[in-house]
């Protein structure tokens, strides 16, 4: 079929079901994912992601539907997306399809989770016993192996190039993309007064160079107002705090108005 049907197609909204089925057939499901649902996208070279209101923690431990949280993460994602990549970040995002969907690169995905951390919170403090909120002399990089079945362990670098997940140089671009990719989002949520606090990146090899993968949300990294230091992200969800979605609108709203 035609580039220009298939696009039409896809501009026409599907209701979910058809989305899950295949908008006029068109859209495989090659993966299902927690949060998100990746379809086969306009020929060999893409993807479509489809973006759900599936809210999980603990490993798929904690589950609920957020009614719109798909929209809200995708307007958030897209709109650091198109701002990173203003500032020169190779990213996998082709184009906007609608309100939960967006067609991207395909890439093989890098199975390690970067954490960048500059602010002690989540996972860092309980591992190492310092308070939510401590500063940190430097900023944290850290990685996880992307893995469900073992509950996404922590991995150092030559644990990582011991198992062949990524080459040396590969790794040291990824830790350089995220250090110049936290200080892009560090301006820019400074200017919306939140404190980006910690967040999980993914890369991706496509046209032999790494790209940014996935979705930047409030799923993906700890958000504080900045004067409050309310939680404006998944912890809400994970803490069980209500107003789950006020802080994923809030985050939005600011960044519209940034
Ligand atoms: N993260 C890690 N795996 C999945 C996600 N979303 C993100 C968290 C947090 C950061 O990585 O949302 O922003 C660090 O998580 P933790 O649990 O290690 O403190
Ligand atoms: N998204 C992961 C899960 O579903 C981890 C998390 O964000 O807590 O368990």
Redesign the pocket.
């Known amino acids: 079929m035609k580039k220009s049907l298939i696009f039409s197609a896809l501009n026409t909204r599907a209701t979910d079901n058809e989305k899950r089925t295949g908008v006029n057939g068109l859209e495989k499901i090659l993966y299902e994912g927690k949060s998100k649902t990746i379809c086969q996208g306009i020929d060999e070279k893409s993807l479509i992601i489809h973006y759900k209101d599936d809210a999980t923690a603990f490993n798929g431990g904690k589950k609920e539907k957020l009614p719109g949280k798909g929209a809200l993460n995708a307007a958030i994602s897209h709109l650091i997306y198109k701002y990173l990549a203003e500032n020169g970040i190779k990213t996998h995002l082709l184009k906007v399809i609608d309100d939960t969907s967006a067609l991207v690169k395909k890439a093989e995905i890098v199975m390690i989770?970067v954490?960048v951390?500059n602010v002690a919170?989540?996972?860092?403090?309980?591992k190492y016993g310092v308070p939510e909120g401590s500063a940190l002399k430097n900023t944290v990089v850290?990685f996880?192996l992307k893995s469900d079945k073992l509950g996404?362990p922590m991995i150092n670098e030559s644990q990582i190039t011991a198992l062949g997940l990524a080459a040396e140089a590969e790794l040291s671009a990824m830790v350089q993309q995220s250090l110049k990719i936290n200080q892009l989002l560090c301006r820019l949520f400074t200017q919306a007064k939140i404190r980006l606090?910690?967040?999980?990146l993914e890369f991706g090899r496509c046209d032999n160079q790494l790209i940014l993968c996935d979705e930047i949300s409030p799923?993906?990294?700890?958000l504080w107002d900045a004067d409050t230091g309310k939680k404006l992200?998944?912890?809400r969800f994970r803490r069980d705090m209500d107003g789950v979605l006020d802080g994923y609108r809030d985050v939005l709203r600011r960044l519209k108005n940034v």
């Not at 606090?197 to 999980?200: C, L, R, S, T, V």
């Not at 799923?219 to 700890?222: G, K, N, P």
């Open positions: 989770e954490i951390r919170a989540g996972g860092f403090s309980e850290e996880c996404d606090i910690d967040f999980k799923d993906s990294c700890r992200d998944k912890d």
